[in-house]
């Protein structure tokens, strides 16, 4: 399966950007890196998502590497809201698999 | 456009009781997924499914069995409730590669 590696724990002041790094060095050519977030136990909530190039929305932005093994997602000015736990995410082309790492945990400080 | 809806939300059981988790969604996505969230801990996949009539096992299926015998029905039950069952269970599903993945809003169980 393709297997992310993400920090434990990051902690960010707030209104300074975050910068959250993900290893997905076994990403095969055609799977999309997704990543979410996970505020207790909630649902967990979309935030970008993409397969080769930068992306860009109103939450945040993904920066894939070239050769696609890591990204990072940037919140741009992280809010106490932003506390939670972050998920980078890789679905298997070749069996459909959508499997879970350990996340980082996020803490915005005031 | 309800999104995925997962029934029911809260339940307790006694050990050896059987029930039933019902994921629906309303966007005719081809795949579905059941996760199992314990205190502290990621999402772990239980089984998931390709399209309608097809199931497959993911990390942890053991004392689960599912059906998808309706596109936009994924059904998640246990035959013989355990306490090691106790969780928040979470649906997901996509169209296809490259599309948003939606999630459910969680459904407690609780074995006793």
């Known amino acids: 399966d393709a297997k992310t590696t993400q920090p434990p724990s990051m902690d960010c002041a707030e209104g300074r950007a975050a910068n959250l790094p993900c290893n997905h060095s076994?990403?095969?050519?055609?799977?999309?890196v997704y990543w979410y977030r996970q505020i207790h136990s909630q649902g967990p909530q979309y935030i970008i998502h993409?397969?080769?190039n930068n992306e860009t929305n109103e939450m945040a932005s993904l920066i894939i590497t070239e050769d696609r093994k890591s990204s990072t997602l940037i919140l741009p000015h992280a809010t106490l809201r932003d506390t939670a736990v972050y998920y980078c995410i890789v679905r298997r082309s070749s069996n459909y698999k959508l499997t879970f790492g350990k996340g980082t945990l996020l803490t915005v400080n005031p | 456009n309800a999104g995925v809806t997962q029934t029911p939300k809260f339940r307790v059981l006694k050990t050896g009781q059987s029930m039933t988790l019902l994921c629906a969604q309303d966007m005719n996505h081809e795949y579905m997924y059941w996760y199992r969230q314990d205190p502290g801990m990621g999402l772990r996949l239980i089984h998931y499914s390709v399209g309608e009539g097809t199931t497959a096992k993911g990390e942890v299926p053991d004392g689960y069995n599912v059906s998808r015998l309706k596109k936009q029905n994924f059904l998640l039950g246990l035959e013989s409730a355990a306490p090691s069952q106790t969780s928040v269970y979470f649906c997901?599903?996509?169209?296809?590669?490259?599309?948003?993945?939606?999630f459910g809003e969680g459904s407690w169980l609780t074995v006793v």
């Open positions: 076994t990403i095969s050519g055609n799977e999309y």
């Open positions: 993409g397969l080769k």
């Open positions: 997901a599903s996509i169209r296809d590669a490259g599309n948003t993945i939606y």
